[in-house]
């Protein structure tokens, strides 16, 4: 009886869910390599911006 009850039909939502998943995940990295490389970067430019200073 739970078989039938929790049986898929249809897999669009088992795509959906999985779509939805990878999304996320690339998400968590994106933002996690941006703050990373955004510290780096704000570094480097002040480093860049003070040598040029007279």
């Not at 039938?4 to 990295?29: C, D, H, P, R, W």
């Not at 933002?31 to 510290?39: D, E, K």
């Amino acid at each position: 009886m739970l078989k039938n009850f929790f049986s898929v039909k249809s897999q669009k939502g088992v795509t959906m869910i999985e779509y939805a998943l990878i999304a996320a995940l690339v998400a968590v990295v994106a933002i996690g390599a941006l703050t990373l490389v955004g510290t780096n970067l704000t570094a480097i430019f002040t480093d860049i911006s003070n040598a040029i200073a007279p």
